[in-house]
């Protein structure tokens, strides 16, 4: 009922730039948050950036300073701008929303992810 779908991602050298975007569709009351989640091979998935629907962000420590993340409410859309990028940060990115859905009189809230996509950093 809801889809995420990622765009972006790739392979770069280390030190630039890449950017990440996230569009959110289908049966969505409203988007309390969405947030970015990585997982390389072998290593367990980790949260890199969150958003509130109101603007609050929190960032791993290990991209703090390097990576930027927003949110277009209006277009249920979120970007990760991710800069100054080490080897380090090579994994599938995974797009995730924590999502309300009104069926009925009742709201329900949910986890929704995208399918990931790969961001290759080489040295």
């Known amino acids: 009922q809801v889809q995420l779908v990622e765009s972006g991602g790739g392979l770069v050298q280390a030190g630039g730039s890449l950017r990440l975007s996230c569009a959110a569709s289908g049966n969505i009351f409203s988007l309390n948050a969405m947030g970015w989640y990585r997982q390389a091979p072998g290593k367990q998935r980790e949260l890199v950036a969150t958003i509130t629907s109101r603007g609050i962000t929190k960032y791993a420590d290990s991209v703090k300073g390097r990576f930027t993340i927003s949110l277009d409410n209006n277009k249920n859309t979120e970007t990760l701008e991710m800069a100054s990028l080490k080897p380090e940060d090579t994994s599938v990115y995974y797009c995730?929303?924590?999502?309300?859905?009104?069926?009925?009189?009742?709201?329900?809230?949910?986890?929704?992810w995208g399918q990931g996509t790969q961001v290759t950093v080489s040295s």
């Open positions: 995730h929303a924590l999502v309300q859905t009104l069926q009925g009189d009742l709201l329900h809230e949910f986890d929704a």
